[in-house]
């Protein structure tokens, strides 16, 4: 179990052996610091106070200073908690040594953390790094997490974050790898690899914890926590791809999501959670809930109460509680009485035990001193892989006349409230960052051009000025206007109904349009904007995302050419908010969308996306001939010669689809089935093969069993979902 030696196995099971029931269910209950003294309410309420208006972040703030953070110090020592949200090596070692040197067996604490994209060395968030399409950096970049979380105590990460997204309304599209679960499949390997592989120290590692298990990115309408409804071979062939790709990995840990698939929470269901995850998949490791979502059981309606609650979510195989403590209230009771049997209890401690063993926990509890400083100042490799990562996920969605890459010493407006702010580079969900690491727009634009004059002009939210508008019109010549959501407006609970740029930023665009000046759009976004009007009028549009640290040098080597962009689309982007949920993998449907009126098409908007999936411009262009396809016993061969046909080097996402035109089930338009990334100079070309397995021309039927069946197979390669070279095959297995 977990890659233990036959030693730590029998040192696990001697360990369980020993416990009390108490001490047990102390394994697992997770607690975070409780706020207490200085409010009259629970301090749930004083949050939801403070969102929605009833008092004002000033007056939380001014509460706050009054309060004290409990640390459960008295349940540590009584062996009644198993894991902590902490971030602070120095109280990580105070309650570690509570934990290791006060209670009766002495069991390590695991301290587990939201590590999405970076602790201190933040870079992109997933959605735009997964747009690199390059597993090496996907797994660098968790690696630097990984050791630098561990300098800080946090030896679990809860990341990597794998939902298969195709709504952009949601918020939570920005934590994930996007829309495809090829793609999503890759990523999440590589996180695992990055986060788990290196353990060369116990200081280099730390525990992945898959998220959310499994569906919560096909939340209905795009609205986070919502009911999720599917078809199982939607299930099967889409949404729990990633997690049984990272699971043969050998992510240590899961989480399971938040909402109900078919009608059974995931938190209580145990056919996603035993019978799936960890009889069918195999898993070894332990699985956590989200926050509070035991609890949530009850509101659902699946579960009477706490005790049915928790009973049920046992039974269902949830190893952990987050944050109700009601496995620590109403476990034992259930055992004595014979509601639950101590078997769930023994073997969900079982895992958890051999997660802790796996880490090192036992043999080294504590942060060291000198790791507790070691990234006191971040080391330059960390901060260049950062950079590199924002480099890559940077994409150029529109170039009209070549207005890029701009001259070193053009004269520059720079527009916009976001390009002169190094809080709003970081995306959502980063918790560990410090500001004096980041690099605004502005930064970045200034070191790398000679003449830039910054212009807030407006932003997201508030007025424009209009005299600041004139005054870059008059100034530039050129305008890059940085513009887009705050990280606010997207990650958790960031639903958003309308996906236009917020605010009055279109209006923005229109008076910079009106100065004659080229206008270069740049974007800051969680999410994959309805960008129809932008398309239609703004000549340049690039794609920023929210890139971490480094953004500011990132944006500044794009548009400047010392970085040619190769980012690619990870998720398709609407031409109208209206289009959600918008998809490459689709079905075709019997009546494909085209200009007729009787096919499926909205009648106020043509067929199609705006930007499909894996798109992307570069400083030169790129094509695709002599493709070819042919067959083994096992096999199928792709090959295809992409050739360099502009005056810039650069890098090329080479993407390889398949259709199964005919099958028992409807199968979708085109799947993603591999993709390469190559580096050319201008005039030259490579020849790019790619080896699909026979055994991977499959797919799932809703009875969950995989499928190979006889018959026509089309091949498509090329730069993009929409953008291919297609050659077909007759295909008998």
Known sequence: MNGLTKEQKQRVEELLSRMTLDEKIGQMNQESPSIVG????????????????RISKEEFGRIMESAQQDFHEDMIREGGVGSLMVQDPVKVNELQKIAVEESRLGIPLIFGLDVIHGFRSVYPIAIAEAGSFDTDLFERTAGMAAKESRAAGVAWHFAPMVDVARDARWGRVSEGPGEDPFLGSEFARAKVRGLQNDQSSTENYVAACLKHYVGYGAAEAGRDYNTVSMAMHVFYNNYLKPFAAAVDEGAQTVMAAFNDLNGVPCTVNEFLLRKTLKESLGFPGFVVSDANAIRECVVHGIAEDDVDAGIKAAAAGMDMDMGTEIYSKHLKEAVESGKLDISVIDEAVRRILSVKMWLGLFEHPYVSEEAMHRYDTLPKEHTDLALEAAEKSIVLLKNENHVLPLKKDAKIALVGSLADSRTEIIGAWAMSWQEKDCVSI?????????????????????????????????????????????????????????????????????????????????????????????????PVIVEAWHLGIRMGDAVAHVLSGDKNPEGRLSSTFPKVSGQCPVYYNAMNTGRPGSKS??????????????????????YTEYAYSELSVTETSADCWVSVKV??????????????????????????????????????????????????????MGFYDNDGRYRLEDGLFRFYVGGSSESCQMAELRIAF
């Open 597 to 618: 009126k009787f096919t499926s098409r909205y009648l106020d908007i043509a067929p199609g996306p705006l930007y499909p999936f894996g798109y992307g411009l570069s």
């Open 38 to 53: 200085g409010f009259d309410v629970p301090f749930e309420e004083l949050i939801e106070m403070m969102t929605d208006g």
């Open 643 to 696: 050739t360099n046909t502009g005056d810039a080097a650069g890098r090329e996402t080479v993407q390889f689809y398949l259709q199964d035109v005919t099958g028992s089930l409807v199968r979708p338009v085109k799947e993603l089935k591999g993709f390469r990334k190559i580096s050319l100079e201008p005039g030259k070309s490579e020849n790019v093969i790619f080896r699909l397995p026979k055994k991977d």
């Open 442 to 538: 502005r930064e970045g634009m200034e070191q790398t051009f000679e003449n830039v004059r910054y212009f807030p002009c407006g932003g997201p939210e508030g007025d424009i000025s209009m005299d600041e508008v004139i005054a870059a019109g008059d100034y530039g010549d050129v305008i890059v206007a940085v513009l887009g959501e705050l990280d606010s407006m997207s990650g958790e609970a960031s639903s958003r109904t309308d996906i236009t740029i917020p605010g009055r930023q279109r209006e923005l665009l229109e008076m910079l349009m009106h100065t004659g000046k080229p206008v270069v759009l740049v974007l800051m976004n969680g999410r994959p904007l309805a960008l129809d009007w932008e398309d239609q009028f703004v």
